[in-house]
C-alpha cells in the first residue's frame, strides 16, 4: 500500500527556518512527481511546491518562491520541503502528495510560525 509519511513540523519564529520530509513506500517513488501541499485551519488545502520523478524540475506557488525549496532523494524514497524565511502566514499542517489515478496524502505535520 502506498504510504506517504510526513516529518520534522515544529514551533518556529518568524524569520526561521525548518525542514519538512516525507518518507513514501509502497510504489515505485522515482516514476511519480511529488508535491507539498499545506492546510490552515478555516483555509483550503494548497499546493506549495512540486518537484519531477528525476528532480531536475520544480514549480513553487508565488507566495514560497525564492524562500522553500523542494527536494528529493530517489535512493531513499524521500522528498523534503526546505522553508527559510518562515512568515506567520506559513503556518499549517504540510502535506506530502502523489498522484496515480487517485490523490494519496500524509498524515501532515504541523508547522507553526509564532513569536
Known amino acids: 500500500q502506498v504510504q506517504l509519511v510526513e516529518s520534522g513540523g515544529d514551533l518556529v519564529q518568524p524569520g526561521g527556518s525548518l525542514r519538512v520530509s516525507c518518507a513514501a513506500s509502497g510504489f515505485p517513488f522515482s516514476w511519480y512527481t511529488m508535491r507539498w501541499y499545506r492546510q490552515a485551519p478555516g483555509k483550503e488545502r494548497e499546493l506549495v511546491a512540486v518537484?519531477?520523478?528525476?528532480?531536475?524540475?520544480?514549480n513553487y506557488a508565488d507566495f514560497v518562491e525564492g524562500r522553500f525549496t523542494i527536494s528529493r532523494d530517489n535512493a531513499k524514497s524521500t522528498v523534503s520541503l526546505q522553508m527559510n524565511s518562515l512568515k506567520p502566514d506559513d503556518t499549517a499542517v504540510y502535506y506530502c502528495n502523489m498522484y496515480d489515478g487517485r490523490n494519496y496524502w500524509g498524515q501532515g505535520t504541523q508547522v507553526t510560525v509564532s513569536s
Open positions: 518537484i519531477d520523478s528525476s528532480g531536475g524540475s520544480t
